[in-house]
């Protein structure tokens, strides 16, 4: 049986939301999609570590295909803000997504950047974000991760948490078959984050308290024949538009792959109060 149907305590919006996700999925690339969404684990394993019972308002920077939002929605009382600089196709498929499995009444989705977010100070009792710092820094760089990390704790109310979490950070990797994933996220996709010091230091000059790490393990490996189609799909989104030819791709790394194995980094989040 595929792990995604095995998630012990998923909500009903969340089983919904993955089987959608499966059923479009191609023919060959199930297990991208399955490493993806089997990801859900870590987003419930997030949404545990914040108290979110009272929060109002949550703000869900870099949004994406919704799957944080589904599960932030599903799990708690509050309205969430689905924020993502992408209109178009990933929106339309969240928006549907969110009715197919009853929570989009609490869900606002925004086109917006989160480097100059179109809402007022104070506005939200938590900002969280999920594997979007990666695309964020990938996009603007040093610069533009500052001004998320600003913008987050400007939009936070007094007491308010917040929360980013990502793998692309280089202490994520630990073993060497998470290494070389790191490594080829970050020279050939430029998917690497700095050190999380530069976001702790961040934080911490804005005055954020009680900043708190944790980590989690998704535990996904990847063999040989699943690493390539990882891989071939990452070259296939085309990052920055940059063609990357698989078969040279293929060429630097296969062998250390086979060597060593290919394995998602961990996740490590940031937890900071206002
Ligand atoms: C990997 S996806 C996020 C996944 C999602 N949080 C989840 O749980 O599945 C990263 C998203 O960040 C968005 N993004 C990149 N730069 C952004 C920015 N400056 N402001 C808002 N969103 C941004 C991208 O469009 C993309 O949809």
Redesign the pocket.
């Known amino acids: 049986m595929a792990r995604h149907e095995t998630g012990q305590g998923i909500t009903r919006a969340t089983a919904i939301a993955r089987k959608r996700w499966f059923d479009s999925t191609p023919v060959g690339r199930e297990g991208v999609t399955e490493r993806?969404v089997v990801?859900g684990e870590a987003?419930r394993w997030l949404v545990d570590q914040m108290d979110l019972q009272r929060s109002t308002d949550v703000l869900?920077?870099?949004?994406?295909?919704?799957?944080?939002?589904y599960?932030l929605a599903s799990r708690t009382k509050s309205r969430i803000t689905a924020?993502?600089?992408?209109a178009g196709e990933?929106l339309e498929d969240s928006v549907r997504g969110a009715r197919a499995a009853g929570v989009n009444e609490r869900v606002s989705w925004i086109v917006?950047?989160?480097?100059t977010c179109p809402f007022r100070d104070s506005s939200f009792d938590a900002v969280v974000?999920?594997?979007?710092l990666?695309?964020?820094h990938?996009?603007?760089g040093n610069d533009?991760l500052e001004m998320?990390v600003q913008e987050s704790c400007r939009l936070l109310k007094g007491g308010g948490t917040l929360l980013f979490a990502d793998n692309m950070f280089p202490e994520c990797a630990r073993t060497e078959a998470q290494k070389l994933y790191w490594t080829i996220q970050s020279k050939e996709f430029h998917a690497g984050l700095p050190s999380k010091s530069v976001v702790l230091n961040l934080l911490r000059e804005r005055g954020m308290t009680g900043l708190l790490e944790e980590e989690y393990d998704p535990k996904i490996n990847l063999d040989e024949k699943e690493a390539k189609v990882e891989l071939l799909d990452v070259a296939d989104a085309k990052p920055f538009a940059k063609v990357i030819d698989f078969a040279s791709l293929w060429k630097r790394y296969g062998e250390r792959i086979i060597l060593t194995g290919l394995a998602y980094p961990r996740v490590l989040s940031i937890i900071a109060r206002k």
């Open positions: 993806y990801f987003r869900d920077i870099g949004s994406g295909h919704g799957f944080l939002t599960e924020l993502d600089v992408l990933q917006g950047d989160g480097r974000s999920f594997l979007a990666e695309d964020i990938m996009i603007g533009a998320v």
